[in-house]
């Protein structure tokens, strides 16, 4: 072997296994690699596998029975006042301030007021206040063009001022006189030439009353201090009339009071309808014709001050 020979044959022996396997370049450019972007749009088109699905069960029914309750949502209007009414709230609140105050001392002090001071005692203050108003009846009358009830009112405060002993004794009413007294005021000949009430008051001390009806017993209540002074102007008289008016006509409203309170489901509407339905039956008395019998009723005081329509009066005669 010569050297050339032998030296080849170390280079053959020394060369790795994989450059003896490597095809030539002819054969790698005749089989060329396959297409990527064609494998994968291949691959795209092929069906996807889905998972088996199960089959739709029935839709479930409900009955009403067995649908979950809901609550159920009430509206409610708040009721409106009445349009006689409009501070209805307010005049509530003061009614029941003033219950409270008639349960706790004023209705027990009435009452111990009728029990010690006797009947004839009590009449005698009750037609002495009223003959002291009979001049503001008289004015009134003529205001609402009565004459006749006018004279009638002037022979009934002479009558009693002077046989009366200084209206003590209510003389005229009875025999050969006749003359009963009538409840008047301002208030009344507001009404009587057309004057709407207007609200519906309920005021401590003075009780149910309307803007009329307070407008009407403020300008009675100035009529004799300004026309005769004292003693009408001294605070001392106003302040004893008013303890004494308030006591006798509290206790001699007790009844009626109670048949009120107990025959109806709200106090307040009761007195304020029984209030406003006898005022209004004095208004249209004074519109009656002569000889219509009185139909009214004298409303239900609640200790209030010294005024001339609501104090206990006879049933009217008309002309």
């Known amino acids: 072997m010569s050297i050339f020979a032998f030296s080849t044959a170390v280079l ?5 296994a994989d ?4 095809p030539p370049s002819g054969a790698a450019s005749a089989n060329p690699a396959p297409d990527v972007s064609a494998a994968q749009s291949a691959q795209l088109e092929l069906p996807q596998s889905t998972a088996p699905t199960e089959p739709a069960s029935p839709p ?12 159920a949502i009430v509206v409610t209007a708040k009721p409106r006042p009445d349009p006689g009414d409009p501070v209805e709230a307010v005049n509530e609140t003061t009614f029941s301030a003033v219950q409270a105050a008639d349960t706790a001392f004023v209705g027990p002090m009435a009452m111990a007021y009728k029990s010690a001071i006797p009947n004839p005692a009590r009449s005698g203050l009750r037609h002495f206040l009223d003959n002291l108003q009979e001049p503001v009846v008289f004015l009134n009358f003529m205001l609402q063009l009565k004459p006749g009830k006018a004279v009638e009112t002037l022979g009934r405060f002479a009558i009693n001022s002077t046989i009366g002993v200084a209206g003590l004794i209510d003389v005229a ?5 006749r003359l009963p007294r009538h409840p008047n005021g301002f208030a009344f000949t507001l009404g009587y030439y057309g004057v709407k009430p207007g609200p519906f008051l309920f005021l401590p001390l003075i009780g149910p009353t309307t803007v009329r009806d307070l407008f009407g017993r403020w300008v009675d209540l100035l009529v004799l201090p300004v026309a005769v002074g004292k003693p009408f102007t001294d605070p001392i008289y106003g302040a004893t009339t008013l303890v004494f008016r308030s006591l006798d006509e509290r206790a001699e409203a007790d009844d009626r009071l109670r048949r009120l309170k107990d025959g109806s489901q709200d106090h307040y509407k009761a007195l304020r309808d029984d ?8 208004i249209d008395q004074l519109h009656a014709k002569k ?6 009723q004298p409303a239900a005081p609640t200790y209030s001050a010294p ?4 104090a206990p009066t006879a049933p009217p005669r008309e002309e």
């Open 275 to 282: 209030y406003l339905r006898n005022r209004q039956a004095e």
């Open 173 to 177: 009413k009875k025999k050969p006189f």
């Open 307 to 310: 005024t001339v329509e609501n």
């Open 19 to 22: 450059a003896t396997n490597t």
């Open 12 to 16: 053959l022996a020394g060369a790795p």
């Open 60 to 71: 479930i029914e409900l009955s009403l029975a067995d649908q979950p309750e809901q609550a």
């Open 291 to 296: 000889g219509m019998p009185a139909t009214l």
